[in-house]
């Protein structure tokens, strides 16, 4: 199914035939990836007296409770209410679903404290003059252990905070990362990348969302594509979420 979509004076060709999902699917499996000391996702059949929501267990369907961290399992979809006093939803921010956006890869650099970060110069070379509406963040190296990988206690790759305010500048409004955050894992509370990027509270950004704990296979070429960013309906700061990539042509 072949789409046309004209996004900033441009048509740009899309098949929505060939979606590329860079999302982490949640799971019970103690291997799947997770972050902040979190455990991972419970399964937990409902028991009702003599009734048990689990077929193999005589049950006329299964009926589960599923226990879980939007922040710590799996691919999810923020916005501000994250780090506000208010109490704002990602439901009543993300009110659009597809954007203009472009993968890009990075290394890493090493400061002298021994932190891997993200800098501004980073991105001004990787974006070379693009202003895309999303970013997705491909960080090196890319093999199949991010997808199982236990972050607490590793002190992750993070976002230095002038690189994010470099992406306020070019109007990136939604940002997509491989790493179990934009911030450093302990950091006193500062959530410096976050605090910019939403501008809180001098000048909140309601729209924009930031996007953690996605996987962008290696075989995917960084450039533009289009980007349909699919969360699900919680009244919560964040929610578990599926972003799914179609190359233009």
């Not at 499996?29 to 000391?37: G, R």
């Not at 990602?90 to 659009?96: G, R, V």
């Not at 997808?147 to 790759?157: I, M």
Request: with cysteine; aromatic share 10%.
């Amino acid at each position: 199914m072949i789409a046309s979509i004209f996004q900033k004076g441009k048509n740009y060709n899309i098949d929505f035939y060939q979606p590329i999902d860079i999302s982490i699917p949640l799971s019970s499996d103690k291997n799947c990836v997770s972050a902040w000391y979190v455990n991972p996702m419970k399964l937990e059949a409902v028991e009702n007296g003599d009734w048990i929501g689990d077929v193999n267990k005589g049950g006329s369907v299964n009926f589960r409770n599923i226990t879980f961290n939007p922040h710590g399992n799996g691919t999810h979809t923020e916005c501000v209410g994250h780090i506000s006093k208010e109490f704002i939803t990602i439901n009543n921010c993300l009110k659009k679903f597809m954007f203009l956006a472009e993968v890009i890869t990075i290394l890493p650099t090493q400061l002298e404290n021994g932190d891997f970060v993200i800098t501004k110069k980073q991105f001004e070379m990787a974006l070379d003059g693009t202003k895309p509406e999303a970013l997705a963040i491909r960080t090196l190296s890319n093999g199949l252990n991010k997808l199982t990988t236990q972050y607490s206690n590793t002190n992750p790759p993070y976002v230095l905070e002038d690189a994010i305010l470099f992406l306020n500048e070019i109007g990136v409004e939604h940002l997509l990362i491989d790493l179990p955050s934009v911030d450093k894992e302990n950091d006193e509370g500062k959530l410096l990348a976050h605090h910019a990027f939403w501008q809180y509270p001098q000048n909140t950004q309601l729209q924009k969302t930031i996007t953690e704990f996605i996987y962008v296979p290696n075989e995917i070429l960084d450039g533009t594509y289009i980007l349909n960013l699919q969360i699900a309906s919680f009244e919560n700061d964040a929610s578990p979420s599926k972003p799914v990539l179609y190359k233009v042509f």
